[in-house]
Structure formats: structure tokens, C-alpha cells
């Protein structure tokens, strides 16, 4: 155990006996010294006298040589105990006399005369030299030698005593400071207790006792009260402990109580995204498959209602009539339930192309016609000056318009409609503005509010007098917020009602876009009634009952057409053949639309052949990117398929004829032009364009 | 300084080297060498009145009665020494009125008709007497010095001494022969 580790008792016993015994051994050492120095010196004047005393005395002797009677004078010195040798020389040097205690002949005794006077410690000799005179005349000299036994004997029983003198103030040091070390240590060892007791038990209601006012009782006092504040402090973070426990406890339960409820609500939400997904494939499916007998339906509906009309059997006629409106109901209802699926599904996709915003609206007018002079109403339209082209998904601006203004028809009774377009600047943006105006039923501020949701017009009873699916303005909406333009309504019962959307004139492909292609909406209408002879046209489907519709109509057209039910047979036939047009159906047995597609477009002799898709798949982007020139969607828009083949009827003759340009009849203002228009495209005899192409 | 004096003290002692004469005339020489360290010597240990001298320098005269038997010796010995700032001047005696002027008389042996007469006559003075003369110091006389056994020894007749009004140090008493004279006892007792 090294000295910092010993206990305090020790230590301050050790520190009273170490100083005590130092401060006494270095008084007795000094006091030894001092004694030693100051005898020494008293031992030196001693002999010196001796000296001189018996140089006085021997002085006579010396002179008349008388040697026994010097002899006799220096055995007076045996009486002196510590005067081992005393010699008396002649002035020449010769021994005269001498005296010596113990033995003569010592080794170290060789004096001579050529030594000095007075004293001198030789070794632990003390030797003196004295000359002897009479009356100033020099007879000789003393040498006297001590071994200063007196000294020496003083020295050691002085250190002796000293020893002894030490040893017993150290016991007695020792014992007083056993006792009274207990003033400081007591305390202390007695904190050190209670602390070990506190900090072993835990139990802070200990208190140490305080003995003195002294450092150590303030020690004590502060030691006390630290105990104090701990406790309190112990008690407080029990009571907080357990508090906290409880809480921590009610937290963990409505933890998991949350956690219960999240996953019930989690297992919820994919229980109903599932059935939501469910319900927009089994909506998606259902209205594909209700479109393929539709696709019959109408299309034998419409070649008999012509076979009657040719035949004149009115009633028969009109029954059919009957037959293919409530046909073409259904389609549109199946159509609506689709976008709107699509929409749901995040499906939609956007196909921009640049168009004539005339030409677009002329089409909405002329396919809605019929609806417009049902009610007794009159239609204007009018453009502003600025208005020309416009880029865009034309389908989906169109049906807008188709939506809005067939809206207007069914609530309008012997009214007016108007359709305003004009451009307005907002955020460096150009904006175009549709504005659809009627003087009908209006709508009230309650109903606006349902205005835009699925299947809710704005009352029930209106279904049962207007029909309606309900979905239109619903998937206006949905399409006009997908895209971020703007639609607003502005009505008063009673009032009519003024429907404006706005739409960016220049659309950019900021969301999903699948391939542009570059449609050329030239305007068209006029040059149908361009004949050039008679042109192949080759059909590629393996439904029989499509083959035969589409035979039929495009016969009235005045074009031979080829029909062939597998693509292998086609591309063969396409060949020999070399059609003006071909069109491709996709799902096929063995050999499929695209990959005839692909065949096509890589033939450089059947590459330049138009190839227009029908077919029920949805996928234009995969069309127009294997080079398709158009892409229809079965049931086919017969009016729309009419249009599709005269444009590239003329684009054929212009070719064939070197002449640049041809004359277009622009559509104009004048309601004139728009009558004769509205003829044109009622040879069609097309009455619902609802956007499928 | 120091040389000079080792010279000095190497004459001095010259002669007491040879305490035992070789030859006849050596042996006389030797002897009479010593006596006169002796005579030397008695002057430094003895002290006389003050009154002895005229001046404190006035020379201690040494009175040689009889046949001297120094010749030179004693007159080379003293030569040039001092006691006490005092000159030794050795005189010869003719008369006895030279008596008076002594300090110190050496009665030689040729004197031993006339002893008697010499002490009485420098009785009661301040006067050293030495002689060599068998009860020499019994009959009167203060210092007698002895031949015995080839070394000088002196006797001191201390009532002697003090009717001369002399001081004799302790330490030359110390190596003396005390002698008394014999009617000196029967004078006290009277």
C-alpha cells in the first residue's frame, strides 16, 4: 500500500510523528553540533595551555640541558588523559624529550621541525606545537598530540543520548498523536460510514452527525444536505417514474389500438381500390364486349334501313330507324362508361396534333344537327377574328364541345344556342375560349353543385323526360381538371346556362403522350364529291360480319374492295393487287395487325399504301408508331371512315395529277356555307360522333 | 631573522655537544664552555633589585675572582647576548673594592684560602655568587656549581640568596641542589 492510500488516522499520525521527530532530530543535531564545535574548540585552547604550561615549565630544563628533570615535567601529563604523546626538541631538531602514553613506536608520529606552529587536527588527532623560550631566547619546542578521547567519548554519548531521547518523545508523539488524531479522523471515518451505508442501502434518510463547527462539520452540513435534496429528488422521480409507466403503459395500448385500426383500414382501402379496380375492368371489359354485337346491330340495322328505303316499306323503315337509334344509345352509353373507366384508371392518353379550330367546330355542328333542329332551335356560331389553328387532342376537344352543346339540345326547347370562340393571353400563355350558351331550363345553385358528378342530373325526374346517361358533363369535368384547363357554368333556373372552358391554344405534352403523329386536318368536306374512277380497297379482318359491312359501305363509295380474313393472305393479296387503301384489323389468328403492319411498311413497294387500323383494340400510339396512317375503333364511325378515305383519296389524285394545290372550300361564317355543310355531311348520314376514331 | 638565530643558538650549543671531554685540555675546555651557559642561564632565572643597576640598560657586570679559568670562553659566549636589555661585561678582578661594581662574582677555585673572606665581604649585596668550590653555597656561598659524573650540576643556597635580595625562579630551583647553611640555622634559632 503506498503512503497516499493510507487511511486518514494513519496518515495524520504518520505526518505528526514524521514532523515531530524531524524538528527534534534537527534541534538535537544542531544543538550536537554546536556542542561538539564549541568543546573542540575548548579541547584546542585546553592543550595549547598544556602547551604552553609545560613549555614554561620545561623552559629551565631545557636550557641547562638538564633532560631527566624535562622527562619528569612531561610525565605530569599522564594526569591528562587524552595527551597520547608530548615531545620536547632541541633547537637543532634532536628529540630532547619525550613522553609517550601507550606504545613509542606509533607509525604516525614523525614530527619534525619543519612544521607549523599552533594546532592542527592530524587525522582524529589533535597535535600542537609550542615553542619554548626564556626571557625571548628560543631553547626549543613543544610537540603535544591528543586523541581528543574526551571529544569523541562526548560525541558518541551525546548521539546516544540524543537516539534514546528521540526514540522516546517518538512513542510518546506517537501516543498523543493516536489520541488526538481522533479530532480529525473521527469525523471523517464517521462520514465515510454514513456515505458507505447510503450508497450500499439506498436509503437516504441517513444523516451523518456533525461533531464539531469546524471544516469538516460544514463538510458534514453539506454531505447532509445533498442527502436531503436526493431524496426528494428520489422521491420526485419515483413518483415521475411512475407516472411515466403508466402513461408509456395507456400510450403502448393506443398505439396498438391505432395500429389495429390502421391495418383494418389499410386491408380496407385495397379491399376497395381492388374492387374499384375490378369494377373499372370489369366496366372496361363489359363495354367491349357489348360493343362487338352493337357493331352488328347497327351496322345491319343501317344497310337494311337503306334496302327498306330502296324498297319503299316506310313502316319498315322506320322500325329500323327505331332499331339503330336505340342502338347507337346504347353505344354512347357504353362509350361514356368506357372514358369514364379509362379516366378512373389513369388510362387516358393524349394524342396533340394542330387543327383548324373551324373545321372542328363544323364537324360538332354538322354530327349534332340532327339533335339541333329537334327542338325547334336555332344555332350561331361565331369565331373571332384572331381564331385559327389550334394544337391539341381534337378528339377530346371535341367531345367537350359534343357534350356541351348536345347538353344545350336536350334542355332547350324553341331556343337559341350560341358557340363563342375567342383567344385571350394569360401567364404568356395563349388561351382559347369556348363559351356554349343556350336560353333552356337553366340550372339552379343547389344543382350546380352535382353539376359534374357521375350519373346525377340535376334532378331525377329530368332522366325520365331528357333520357341521358348523366356521364357527360361528368367526364367533361374529370377531362378538363386531368389536363389542367378550365370549365365554368353560369346559369339561373329558368335563365338558360353559359358552359366556358379554356383551353391553352398551343398544348404541350406535359403528361403522359404517347406518340405524336402529325395529323393533317386540311379542311375536306368539299372535295368529297371528287370521283376518280374506280379504286381497290383492301379489307383485313377475320370477322366475317365486319368483312361484309365493310364491303357494303365502302361499294357505296364506289371502290372495289377485296376482302381477306388472315393477314398472311393479305399481304399476299395487297401484292398483286396493289390497293389504294388498306384496312387492318389487329387480334387475328396466325398472323396479327401489327406484325402485318410491320411487313408492310418494311415492303418498299407496299410502303407507301395507306393503312387505316379498325380494330377494337385500344392502342393507337403502337399503330402510328408501326406507321399506320389512321386508327379507328370498332364499331367503326362509318362517317368519320368516309372522311379518313376521301382525304387520302384527294392526297392520291394530287399526287397523280402534279397539281399542288387544291381548291378548299374554307369553312366560313356565312350560315349559308354552314347549311349547305350541314347537307354534305348528313349524306353520311352519321348522327353520333362520339370521338372514336 | 630566523637564520640568524638558528646561528646563534648552533654557537651556543656548539659547545654542550660534547658534555664528555676526549682530552685533557679539551675536557677543561668543555667544562668551562658549559659552566658558562650556566652563568648565562643563572642570569636569565635570577632577578636582582632594581636598585642593583644605574640605568634600566646598564650592563650586568660579571666579576671573575681568582685565576680565571675561562680564558676566552666565557667572554665568547656572552658575547653579544642580552637579558632582560641588559649586556654582560666580564671583568677580571684586581681588588676587592672592584667588588662593589659586580652583579654576578665567580669565585674561581684558586680563591678557597679567601673564601670566607670574598662571601663576607659581598654580604648583604645585591650580588650573584658562583663559585666552584666544594660547600661552596654550605659556607656562604648562593649557586655552587659540581662536577659529578662528567656532568655540571649546582647547588643553591637559598638564605643566601634572599640576604643578597635576590629573586630565584622556581624553575631553577626546581633543577637545583638546596643547600643550607649550617650557622644559618643556629642564627634563626637565636
Known sequence: MSLQNLSIRRKLILITMLTSSMALLLSSASFLIYDLVSFRHLLTQDLTTQAEIIGYNSAAAMAFKDEPAATATLSALMVKGDVVAAVLYSPDGKMFAEYFRNDKTLPAFVPSRSQEKGYRFEGRYLEVWHDVTLNGELLGTLFLQSDMRQWSTRAKRYASICFVFVLISGFFAFLVSSKLQKVISGPIMHLEDTMRTVSANKNYEVRAVKSYADEIGSLIDGFNTMLSDIQQRDTALRGANDELKTRTQELEEEISHRKQAQEDLLKAKDVAEEASRAKSTFLANMSHELRTPLNAIIGYSEMLEEEAQDSAALETVQDLQKIKSAGKHLLALINDVLDLSKIEAGKMSLHLETFEVSGMIEEVVTTLQPAIGKNSNTLRVRLADEVGTMRADITKVRQILFNLLSNACKFTDHGRFSVDVDQSTEAGLDWLRFRVTDTGIGISAKQKENLFQEFAQADTSIARKYGGTGLGLAITHRFVHLMKWRIGVESQLGGGSTFTVHVPAQATLERVGPIQAEGNSEAFDAMSQIKIGRDTILVIDDDAAVRELMSRFLGKLDFNVLTVASGEEGLRLAKQVRPVLITLDVVMPACDGWSVLSKLKADSELSKIPVIMVTIVDNEARGFALGASNYLIKPVDRERLAVLIEKHRITRFASITGTNAVPVSRLSHDPKHREVDAEATERFNVENLTSRR | ?190
Open chain 2, 1 to 190: 631573522m630566523r637564520l640568524l638565530r638558528l646561528i646563534t643558538l648552533a654557537i651556543m650549543i656548539l659547545p654542550s655537544s660534547g658534555f664528555e671531554a676526549h682530552g685533557q685540555d679539551s675536557s677543561i675546555s668543555a667544562e668551562y664552555l658549559i659552566k658558562a651557559g650556566f652563568i648565562y642561564n643563572f642570569a636569565n632565572l635570577v632577578q636582582w633589585p632594581t636598585n642593583a643597576f644605574a640605568q634600566l640598560d646598564s650592563p650586568i657586570v660579571i666579576g671573575i675572582l681568582g685565576e680565571d679559568p675561562f680564558g676566552t670562553v666565557l667572554d665568547r659566549v656572552l658575547a653579544g647576548k642580552r637579558v632582560n636589555g641588559r649586556a654582560f661585561l666580564v671583568k677580571r678582578l684586581k681588588s676587592a673594592v672592584d667588588l662593589k661594581e659586580c652583579h654576578i662574582l665567580f669565585v674561581s677555585s684558586s680563591e678557597i684560602a679567601h673564601l670566607a673572606e670574598a662571601i663576607h665581604f659581598v654580604k648583604g649585596m645585591p650580588i650573584l655568587t658562583i663559585g666552584e668550590i666544594p660547600g661552596f653555597a654550605k659556607r656562604g656561598g648562593i649557586i655552587n656549581l659540581v662536577l659529578e659524573d662528567n656532568k655540571v650540576h649546582f647547588e643553591v643556597n637559598v638564605e643566601a640568596a634572599k640576604e643578597a635580595d635576590l629573586t630565584i625562579s622556581s624553575r631553577l630551583l626546581a633543577l637545583a641542589r638546596i643547600v643550607q647553611d649550617p650557622g644559618a640555622d643556629g642564627k634563626k634559632a637565636q
